[in-house]
């Protein structure tokens, strides 16, 4: 499959009915179509349903320490 994927392809490589999809999309928990194309991005549907499902959690010392806010007290 392309990176790039149309709507219904895009709702159908994450197991989701088209109604669910737009839903999730229009709610914020999965990310919109690329303005230019109108077709969505299979990577960065995959770390939203990581994220989703828990896997998403910090891969670094930077995204720890961004995680746990430390950067917002620094200032």
């Excluded at 990176?3 to 197991?15: N, Y």
């Excluded at 109604?19 to 299979?42: M, Q, S, Y």
Aim: aromatic residues 6%; hydrophobic residues 40%; charged residues 30%.
């Amino acid at each position: 499959m392309a990176r790039l994927v149309t709507e219904k392809e895009a709702a159908e490589s994450i197991g989701l009915d088209l109604a669910t999809f737009r839903t999730w999309v229009a709610n914020g928990k999965l990310p919109k179509a690329i303005p230019e194309c109108g077709k969505f991005d299979i990577k960065a549907l995959d770390a939203a349903v990581d994220r989703i499902s828990g896997l998403g959690s910090p891969t670094n010392a930077l995204d720890e320490w961004k995680a746990r806010g430390q950067h917002a007290r620094s200032s």
